[in-house]
């Protein structure tokens, strides 16, 4: 389908926070408790709309565990958003927050939008981090917070298109250099100028073509 | 889908009877399946999803997971105790069906479900025999074809296998041929499985690199000694278990070994499914990471992982079509793991080329990524690899080809700039300017030479090669490039009698001032008394002098403690700004001058931090007092004594390094009896600078940002051959500033020749700054004009280096 942005997401943060099964609620309106552990990552993808624009949402669902982060890093670069998710319910995963804030930080284009989420918010009653701390860490390393529930989906559509919504107003304050796909931003094919010629022809179109989502 | 009918399912049972135990279900289930191949007839076309063996399999794997979560302290459920018991021999089963593919998708289905069954579970007890004898068995059976329709699913496994060995590395040995020699028996289905499923049996795999002929080419064997031992108490299976993980037992592994994991894994690096393709370097890349040195060796010596990875770049590279616009090379910004989505998207293509050479530069990614996050002696291995197998067997023909070479040095300069790994940008650099002692690398001889070609975008895309290779400075390739000559301070001629480098003819006493005169000898000084410019051009003189006071007081440096220093920085200073006479200036406020200053000390401090860790000398040692501290980078002659003394005293210092001393004597005692020679690159970049009004205004641009680089390196020695205009040398001694006088003096006497040359000069001023990219390919240029405002901008950009280093002696002694 057409689009006229496509962005880069990545999802992030510790083991168990849920990031598997938010991906999988916003893409696929549903929810799955049991779900197998995260290897290298996952991808999935939305057609969302912005100010009347067509945007194609490009997810990459990351593994949370630490044996794994290697391939995490090779995904910061080249993302225009991030959701850093942690888990309302264990102190732990908020504590970690400020590593994957630096890590995040350190291999990333420094445009790129953080979105903090405190997930599990269905699990009220075994809340360990409370709201006002969530808040608090987001307004000082200057990040947009929200608390979502992957199970009952409060909150995640408008975390997903929170995100999208302020990579779209930096793109259009012309802080993101969009032809620099490294920024995780590509231009849709009605959009883009001078290419054409060769977006027609499929020049070298012949390879295998995965990932048919959307 | 499955779960949700099945819940359903369970609800409705457990309303007419009372629930059974969770194993009397598993067994349920399991004799489900086996009821269903008993009858099974082997002609029978129907698609396994159309049967209910994906429902008992869900349900067998979804009660281990429901009891695994009762479980307490580690220990093992009733289920997965009958799978390790082999009371159920599920993944046995498993792998027939795997191997038989019966009913069609059987293959499929068995691969997710044994993958599901070590994600879903947090202890899968992999290091029983009864789990993974299948798994290898499955493993086997099912690599045999590249371009498998379940090549998804296989390599699915693979990885997850690599999670699994990653979060307990001693369960690689399940995966080397110490424990998977026996292939008779991985090729077969046991005999009680073969009563239980009764399949057709499965031919030998084809590809399988287990299976390659050993006896042949006997290699000598070199041990790997497994010496792992860690204590890990927390595996209740391992008693249950016959136990293999060796967590503390010592393996030998020797060259004949194999490490199926990863050989497994390269087989999949030629699917033509991107997807496959990423999880398989996902894999190796979960694999080369752990930081266990025996896992690393096994990757190094007992996988040809490194050799395979780098083939790949290879032929990549050479999939490159030659007809590609060189100019397109460096727009390309590609990140490996994007990559395989990216190319499901068929509008993936913007200029001729554009997808092989993203594959060719996602690729690249993807090693420098991998020797970045991979064990050091991987990443060595990987990274000499790199320079044989890619750069001298591969990458350097093209640059030697005259009919190649412009497009090869144009991806080879982008391949420079984007890598990032220490391994990797060293063996870069040395490919590039040789190792050793190697006094003449060709590889170098042909890059300078190509810059000086006639052809000016191949002189272009060396040139921007060049700039790389600075940018990303070795210790080796400066001191390969420029050091080996001026860290002799050859090209200083001693004041004092001395003479060292005087060549041609000792020359008078009192030389220095006679130099200077005939530095300063330019034909506007002797034309003033008659020139009408001559008063403009002393008020200018004025201005730009009043301009540096203005910085240096702006900037606490006016003239108080550091009287002296502080008038020789006004000096240097204003031998660049003053190069060109006023008449001739396109911009004579000289308004850019603080933005450079500006850039100049950003850049400054990038390469202070770069060269931090090199063994220069630097200005001085600890003994050394402030005052003469400074003189390091305020260039005077006296001060050049200082440095000098105070190398000599450093190196004393240690014993280490009296060796060094005595080599750094007898080489500038060699040079003492010869003239100064500048070496071939600093002769090539005089030479190119000489030549400016004739070359177009791109090769200028990126001659002058090299010299500025080189500029700005923290080396006393080579800043004050680069940066002291007034620094004694002889007279067949060429220096940086003389090229820039005699340029200089080309550019007075020609330019005004020019009709109406003061607009042309401005026009062309105003052209070039405005940056419009049409510009270049508009055919008329006035290149002699265009070398005019290169160099002045470029005195300033020097003069403003030359104030930054300065200024920064001061701070950072004073």
């Known amino acids: 389908m057409a689009y006229a942005y496509l962005f880069k997401y990545i999802i992030i943060g510790d083991t168990g926070v849920g990031k598997s099964c938010l991906l999988l609620q916003f893409t696929d309106k549903r929810f799955q408790p049991v779900h197998d552990l995260t290897i290298g990552v996952e991808f999935g993808a939305r057609m969302i709309t912005i100010d009347g624009k067509q945007i194609k949402l490009q997810i990459w669902d990351t593994a949370g565990q630490e044996a794994f982060r290697s391939i995490t890093r090779s995904y910061y670069r080249g993302a225009a958003g991030a959701l850093l998710v942690y888990d309302i319910t264990r102190r732990e995963t908020f504590n970690h927050l400020t590593t994957w804030l630096e890590d995040a930080r350190q291999h990333s284009n420094s445009n790129m939008v953080i979105m903090l989420i405190g997930n599990k918010s269905d699990l009220e009653s075994r809340r360990e981090v409370k709201k006002e701390e969530g808040e608090a860490f987001a307004r000082e390393h200057g990040l947009v917070f929200m608390e979502t529930s992957a199970k009952t989906a409060a909150n995640v559509e408008e975390a997903f298109i929170n995100t999208a919504k302020e990579i779209y107003e930096k793109i259009q304050e012309g802080v993101f250099d969009i032809n620099n796909e490294a920024n995780g931003i590509k231009i849709g094919p009605q959009h883009s100028t001078g290419a054409g010629a060769g977006g027609a022809g499929g020049a070298g179109a012949g390879g295998a073509s995965s990932g048919g989502c959307c | 889908m499955l779960s949700r009918f099945s819940d359903v399912l369970q609800t409705a049972a457990d309303v007419l009877a009372p629930p059974a135990t969770r194993l009397e279900d598993f067994e349920y289930h399991w004799k489900m399946i086996l009821n269903f191949y008993e009858r099974f007839d082997d002609n029978c076309k129907i698609h396994i999803e159309d049967t209910k063996i994906p429902h008992h399999l869900h349900q067998m794997l979804q009660l281990i997971v429901d009891e695994e979560k009762e479980q307490q302290g580690g220990t093992v459920g009733p289920c997965l105790e009958a799978i390790v018991q082999r009371s159920i021999c599920l993944l046995d089963a498993l792998t027939a069906l795997a191997a038989a593919d019966r009913p069609p998708g059987a293959r499929s289905l068995a691969l997710t479900a044994a993958t599901a069954l070590l994600r879903r579970t947090k202890q899968p007890c992999v290091n029983s025999v009864h789990i993974y004898r299948p798994l290898q068995r499955m493993l086997v059976q099912c690599n045999e074809s590249p371009a498998s329709p379940t090549e998804k699913e296989e390599v699915e496994l693979l990885l997850t296998l690599c999670g699994l060995v990653r979060k307990e590395p001693g369960l690689a040995n399940i995966f080397t041929t110490p424990f998977v020699e026996d292939k008779t028996s991985l090729l077969t289905v046991p005999e009680d499985i073969q009563k239980l499923i009764p399949l057709k049996k499965v031919h030998t795999p084809r590809k399988n690199p287990l299976f390659v002929d050993l006896t042949q080419n006997q290699l000598p064997n070199v041990s790997i000694i497994r010496t792992y031992d860690r204590d890990d108490s927390s595996n209740g299976a391992?008693?249950?278990?016959?136990?293999?993980?060796?967590?503390?037992?010592?393996?030998?592994?020797?060259?004949?070994?194999?490490?199926?994991?990863?050989?497994?894994?390269?087989?999949?690096l030629d699917s033509a499914d991107n997807q496959v393709v990423l999880r398989?370097?996902?894999?190796?890349?979960?694999?080369?990471?752990?930081?266990?040195?025996?896992?690393?060796?096994?990757?190094?010596?007992?996988?040809?992982?490194?050799?395979?990875?780098?083939?790949?770049?290879?032929?990549?590279?050479?999939?490159?079509?030659?007809?590609?616009?060189?100019?397109?090379?460096?727009?390309?910004?590609?990140?490996?793991?994007?990559?395989?989505?990216?190319?499901?998207?068929?509008?993936?293509?913007?200029?001729?080329?554009?997808?092989?050479?993203?594959?060719?530069?996602?690729?690249?990614?993807?090693?420098?990524?991998?020797?970045?996050?991979?064990?050091?002696?991987?990443?060595?291995?990987?990274?000499?690899?790199?320079?044989?197998?890619?750069?001298?067997?591969?990458?350097?023909?093209?640059?030697?080809?005259?009919?190649?070479?412009?497009?090869?040095?144009?991806?080879?300069?982008?391949?420079?700039?984007?890598?990032?790994?220490?391994?990797?940008?060293?063996?870069?650099?040395?490919?590039?300017?040789?190792?050793?002692?190697?006094?003449?690398?060709?590889?170098?001889?042909?890059?300078?030479?190509?810059?000086l070609s006639d052809n000016y975008d191949l002189a272009l895309e060396t040139l921007r090669f060049f700039e790389s290779i600075i940018e990303k400075g070795t210790e080796h390739s400066m001191e390969r490039l420029v050091l080996s000559r001026v860290g002799t301070r050859g090209y200083c001629r001693e004041p004092g009698g001395g003479g060292a480098a005087a060549g041609g003819g000792v020359p008078a006493a009192g030389g220095d001032d006679t130099d200077r005169d005939r530095l300063n000898d330019l034909p506007l000084w002797r034309e003033r008394?008659?020139?009408?410019?001559?008063?403009?051009?002393?008020?200018?003189?004025?201005?730009?002098?009043?301009?540096?006071?203005?910085?240096?007081?702006?900037?606490?440096?006016?003239?108080?403690?550091?009287?002296?220093?502080?008038?020789?920085?006004?000096?240097?200073?204003?031998?660049?700004?003053?190069?060109?006479?006023?008449?001739?200036?396109?911009?004579?406020?000289?308004?850019?001058?603080?933005?450079?200053?500006?850039?100049?000390?950003?850049?400054?401090?990038?390469?202070?931090?770069?060269?931090?860790?090199?063994?220069?000398?630097?200005?001085?040692?600890?003994?050394?007092?402030?005052?003469?501290?400074?003189?390091?980078?305020?260039?005077?002659?006296?001060?050049?004594?200082?440095?000098?003394?105070?190398?000599?005293?450093?190196?004393?210092?240690?014993?280490?390094?009296?060796d060094k001393q005595h080599n750094t004597k007898k080489e500038t005692k060699r040079y003492e009896n010869d003239e100064f020679d500048e070496g071939p690159f600093l002769r090539m970049l005089f030479k190119l600078l000489s030549n400016m009004p004739y070359q177009p205004y791109q090769v200028n641009l990126h001659l002058t940002s090299i010299i500025s680089k080189l500029a700005l390196l923290p080396h006393p020695f080579l800043h004050e051959y680069l940066l002291n205009p007034t620094l004694p040398v002889a007279k067949s001694t060429p220096t940086l500033f003389k090229t820039m006088q005699e340029l200089a003096k080309k550019l007075t006497t020609e330019i005004p020749r020019i009709k109406h040359y003061k607009k042309v000069v401005e026009s062309t001023r105003l052209q070039l700054m405005s940056e419009d990219p049409s510009y270049d390919e508009v055919g008329e240029h006035n290149q002699l004009v265009e070398s005019l405002i290169v160099l002045e901008e470029f005195c300033k950009e020097l003069a403003a280096i030359a104030f930054v280093k300065y200024q920064h002696s001061l701070h950072a002694h004073g």
């Open chain 2, 238 to 268: 391992e008693s249950l278990a016959d136990d293999v993980s060796c967590k503390s037992q010592k393996t030998l592994y020797d060259e004949n070994d194999k490490f199926l994991l990863i050989d497994l894994l390269l087989s999949y």
């Open chain 2, 280 to 451: 398989a370097c996902e894999g190796i890349m979960i694999v080369s990471s752990l930081p266990e040195e025996d896992i690393a060796n096994l990757v190094t010596s007992c996988s040809p992982a490194c050799e395979t990875i780098v083939d790949k770049l290879a032929a990549r590279y050479r999939r490159i079509p030659p007809t590609v616009d060189p100019n397109d090379v460096d727009q390309l910004n590609i990140t490996w793991a994007y990559v395989a989505q990216d190319f499901g998207d068929k509008s993936y293509s913007k200029f001729h080329g554009y997808r092989e050479l993203t594959t060719f530069f996602s690729w690249l990614d993807y090693c420098d990524t991998l020797m970045k996050e991979c064990h050091q002696s991987i990443a060595s291995h990987l990274s000499r690899t790199f320079r044989q197998n890619f750069l001298e067997g591969t990458a350097e023909a093209g640059v030697t080809d005259l009919r190649l070479a412009v497009l090869a040095t144009a991806v080879l300069s982008k391949c420079l700039k984007v890598v990032d790994s220490t391994d990797l940008i060293n063996e870069f650099s040395n490919w590039l300017v040789g190792d050793g002692e190697v006094a003449e690398w060709p590889l170098l001889h042909t890059l300078i030479s190509n810059c």
């Open chain 2, 529 to 658: 008394e008659t020139n009408r410019e001559a008063m403009k051009q002393l008020q200018h003189e004025e201005h730009v002098s009043e301009q540096i006071n203005d910085i240096l007081s702006h900037e606490g440096l006016d003239l108080g403690g550091h009287a002296g220093a502080a008038e020789n920085i006004h000096t240097i200073v204003n031998s660049y700004l003053l190069l060109l006479p006023r008449a001739l200036l396109s911009d004579p406020v000289g308004s850019d001058y603080e933005h450079y200053i500006h850039d100049a000390h950003r850049h400054y401090q990038y390469w202070l931090d770069i060269t931090s860790t090199f063994d220069w000398p630097v200005g001085l040692t600890g003994n050394d007092n402030t005052a003469s501290s400074t003189h390091s980078y305020d260039s005077r002659p006296e001060a050049d004594i200082h440095i000098h003394d105070a190398y000599y005293n450093n190196n004393n210092n240690s014993e280490q390094n009296l």
